[in-house]
């Protein structure tokens, strides 16, 4: 083998996947077709559950000292959503997908993991043992594990000859960056009776304070082949339609179509070949989810990696990837549907579109709708079954970040390794044969005892005779020799 793990793209979901697997001591080779970082401007938002678990790896305040990146507003079918719902939770920020993909490369190159960039992979062959991949530069990667994180149109996913059943895009509609004039007080998603919408959603500041906008418009007329260059008086006209003389741009920093394609590969896992991020699943980027979806795919594949290539993952770790995300991907892809047409993206001006859209513009004022909504959008509905214990509310859904005396409940997890809560101090020996691969932490915690994943996900908090059938489905076989490990990170 020349490394244990190859990751083949270095977005969001590849750069993700890479740092999990440094942090299990995993060797890891990621490589990128790229000369160099993407400039393209694409996510705008890091919804509250990445950020999570950015926390969750100590990178939540080295990412927001390093930029300005404020508090964003997050939205379902361009109706606000209020932070307030959830007050104990981190609001989404909003951080451009470059400045984010700038600040992982960063970390991981300081970590001692370089891209290999000018890798564009080309041929993929896979026996029991491992995966060859070969790139375009003729050069040739051996590896036991290959995660393809590369993009909407992965060539990974196509070599596989991989299923990605789904709707081929029907509309086109513009995507741009831009500053304007006159938009102080507007509301995210505006359109008119005869069909044109606008969307606008804050992007941050340009590097002289002044603010920046992320513009989506379409409408009757609008939908124009992918390939023809957007201009500023496609954009001038689109606005005009919407708001006359009210708005006006100022500066078009960059502008693309986007189609309204929905895909989901029908496996997760090929073998041992693993599909993340985009490469796995494509929509339309509504409501901040894309980038966020892909990094959580990342954080539910790393840690099983490393196990596995450990070799202390129990049989069905790595399946249950595919098992755990696969409907966590196809949520968001029926939520992006449901947003789509309340929006009437597609511009059919159907007035039981607009009849829908006023009625859930309206319910979705209700306290609990705005909480359902909230929870759905931030990624923290995104529930995971934990087969083989009792019921238990907590069970398969994110931990909070508990206050535990010496350090909070995120701070723990920056190990990479499971948590157990021991509030009692009475499951000590019942961990024992874990303590090389679990953490434990007792002294009166705030909470019942449970268990927390690498993931930061919540595997057990039931009753004490589940709870080494739960570490050994997670953690794999007992070892009784095991000895505490500390990793420094
Ligand atoms: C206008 C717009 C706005 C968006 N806004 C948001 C948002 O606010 N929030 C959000 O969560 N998402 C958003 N998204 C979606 C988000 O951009 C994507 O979901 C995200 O980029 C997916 O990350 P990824 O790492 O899976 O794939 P990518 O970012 O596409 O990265 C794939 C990488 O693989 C490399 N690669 C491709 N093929 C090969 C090969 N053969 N060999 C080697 N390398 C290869 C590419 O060079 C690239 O670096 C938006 C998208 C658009 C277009």
Redesign the pocket.
């Known amino acids: 083998m020349n490394t244990d793990v190859l990751v083949?793209?270095?977005?969001?979901?590849?750069m993700t996947t890479a740092n999990e697997l440094l942090l299990a001591g995993v060797a890891t080779v990621l490589?990128?077709?790229?000369p160099r970082g993407?400039a393209l401007s694409?996510?705008?938002?890091v919804q509250s559950r990445t950020l999570e678990v950015l926390d969750q790896r100590g990178l939540l305040e080295p990412l927001l000292a390093a930029g300005d990146h404020p508090v964003g507003a997050g939205h379902f079918a361009g109706i606000p959503l209020s932070p307030d719902f959830a007050p104990h939770r981190l609001p989404p920020r909003s951080v451009p997908?470059v400045a984010l993909e700038g600040f992982l490369e960063y970390h991981l190159a300081a970590h001692g993991l370089r891209v290999r960039r000018d890798?564009?992979?080309v041929a993929l062959a896979q026996d029991e043992d491992g995966v060859t991949a070969t790139f375009d530069n003729g050069r040739t990667v051996r590896s036991r594990y290959l995660v393809a994180?590369?993009?909407?149109h992965s060539?990974v996913r196509s070599l596989l000859k991989a299923e990605f059943p789904g709707r081929a895009g029907t509309v086109t509609t513009v995507?741009a960056d831009v500053r304007l004039g006159g938009a102080d007080d507007l509301a995210t998603h505006t359109r008119t009776a005869d069909g044109h919408w606008v969307g606008v959603f804050p992007l941050g500041t340009d590097g002289r304070g002044r603010p920046l906008r992320r513009l989506a418009m379409g409408g009757p007329g609008r939908s124009l082949p992918r390939d023809v260059p957007v201009t500023e008086d496609e954009i001038r006209d689109g606005l005009h339609a919407v708001f006359g003389e009210r708005v006006h741009l100022l500066e078009l920093r960059y502008a693309?179509r986007?189609t309204n394609a929905a895909r989901q590969a029908a496996r997760y896992r090929h073998g041992r070949v693993f599909l993340a991020?985009?490469?796995a699943h494509v929509h339309l980027?509504l409501g901040?989810?894309?980038?966020?979806t892909?990094m959580q795919d990342a954080f539910n594949l790393g840690w099983k990696l490393g196990a596995a290539v450990r070799g202390w993952a129990p049989e069905d770790l790595l399946d249950s990837y595919h098992t755990e995300r696969h409907p966590a991907g196809a949520a968001v892809l029926r939520n992006v549907q449901a947003q789509s047409l309340l929006m009437d993206w597609a511009g059919t001006c159907d007035p039981d579109v607009a009849a829908a859209r006023e009625l859930f513009t309206t319910m979705a004022q209700l306290p609990d709708v705005q909480r359902y909504l909230g929870d759905l959008m931030s990624g923290m509905a995104t529930r995971y079954p934990m087969p083989d214990t009792g019921p238990h509310p907590l069970l398969g859904l994110p931990a909070p970040d508990l206050d535990l005396g010496p350090a909070r409940l995120h701070e723990l997890l920056r190990s990479g390794r499971g948590v157990l809560i021991d509030p009692q101090d009475t499951l000590a020996g019942a961990v024992a044969p874990w303590s090389d691969r679990v953490d434990r932490t007792g002294g009166g915690a705030p909470t019942g005892p449970m268990l927390v994943r690498p993931d930061g996900y919540i595997c057990w908090a039931g009753t004490p005779d589940t709870l080494q059938p739960s570490l050994t489905r997670w953690f794999g076989a007992p070892d009784p020799t095991a000895t505490p490990t500390i990793r420094p990170r």
Do not use: Y
């Open positions: 083949v793209g270095a977005g969001p979901t590849g490589a990128d077709k790229l993407s694409r996510a705008g938002g997908q890798h564009e992979l994180a590369d993009g909407g060539t995507a693309r986007i991020g985009d490469a980027p901040a989810q894309g980038m966020n892909g």
